[in-house]
């Protein structure tokens, strides 16, 4: 098993949601000791597309840039190599443990995993460390329930507001999921 814990995020065409919440997570961890990789694939995506033009915008506002995004198809490997899948709609689940049925337990919707992963308890391993994190993202798979789970709104194709509430969303539920992670601080 690899040292770096492997983050995926995925949405549908990986020119908005999930590109934007791969922006804002690596900002999030950049400081952090914990070895993590970020990455984000769409479940119908864009190949080789930029980030949506209100999408950039929104993390413009944040302080944050995300030009140099390109659309990437979600494929087997990217489902098998990670250790944790983020979706934005339960949806992209579906097709992400479809590609890859073992990752069943390593895939949540991201608002899903941050109330999860907000209740998980790992006080036997030492912070930041990879093991902890792979215990936290098992402690949230025993503990999920057969209820829908929670979905991020998509906002491509509406206003630029709704591009600016999506990534505050974003941000919201990604402190919460990383911070469980990274134990803590």
Known sequence: MSSEFRILLVC???????????????AMLHSASLPVATSSAG????????????A????DRLGLDGR??????????????ADLLLTMENAHRATAVGLDAAAARRTFTLPEFAALAAGASQRR??????????????S????????????????????????????KTLGEALSHALAALLGPR
Request: aromatic letters at 4%.
């Open 43 to 54: 479940v119908r995506a864009l190949v080789g597309h930029p980030m949506a033009p209100h």
């Open 125 to 138: 391993y030492r912070s930041d460390t990879t093991e902890r994190a792979r215990a936290i993202v098992e």
């Open 12 to 26: 549908t065409a990986n020119i908005c949601r999930s590109a934007m919440a791969e922006v804002i997570a690596r």
């Open 140 to 167: 949230a798979a025993e503990r999920r329930d057969a209820r829908p789970a929670p979905e991020v709104y998509d906002p491509y194709g509406g206003p630029p507001e709704g591009y600016a509430t999506c990534a």
């Open 56 to 59: 950039v915008a929104a993390l």
């Open 68 to 81: 140099a995004h390109r659309a990437r198809l979600l494929e087997p490997a990217l489902v098998s190599s």
